[in-house]
């Protein structure tokens, strides 16, 4: 078993040059989170209102000040994710960016750790990136509303 780093082309938003991160996939991270100066270039960075408290890595209490709509290229295919923005000694200098759980669960890849490697499937990028249309009816006393709410 061991520690899973793969490299991906990177970017924040459309147009930017893309450049090669280092992303290390974390099952055991509820979030994702990206160095600062990895982050410190691209487009679409934004600071918080105030800082989100974070504890488990690095001295066990960090703080993110801003996040970034970071985009991935996977399988040929440009895939995005909200990150939040760390002091590069919060983690580990081997990579850029740690992939947490949230990023695995939306976009249906599937960790190997025995042969150190991911498994990631084209049909469910694309499926992640659909926008999915929920229909529900809501009764009231009056009148019957047809929601609709785009997930």
Request: net charge positive.
């Amino acid at each position: 078993m061991g520690d899973i780093i793969k490299n991906f082309q990177a970017r924040s938003a459309t147009g930017e040059k893309p450049r090669l991160l280092k992303f290390y996939f974390d099952t055991g991270s509820p979030r994702t989170f990206v160095k600062k100066s990895a982050a410190l270039d691209m487009k679409d960075v934004a600071k918080l209102s105030a800082p989100v408290i974070f504890s488990g890595l690095g001295n066990g209490r960090f703080e993110a000040t801003h996040i970034v709509s970071l985009r991935l290229k996977l399988l040929g295919i440009w895939v995005p994710h909200l990150c939040y923005v760390v002091p590069d000694e919060v983690l580990d200098p081997e990579y850029d960016v740690l992939l947490g759980h949230d990023f695995m669960q939306i976009y249906d890849i599937r960790v190997r750790p025995r042969q150190k490697d991911v498994a990631i499937r084209r049909n469910a990028l694309k499926m992640a990136l659909k926008g999915r249309s929920v229909y529900t009816t809501a009764k009231s006393t009056r009148h019957e509303v047809r929601l609709r709410l785009v997930v």
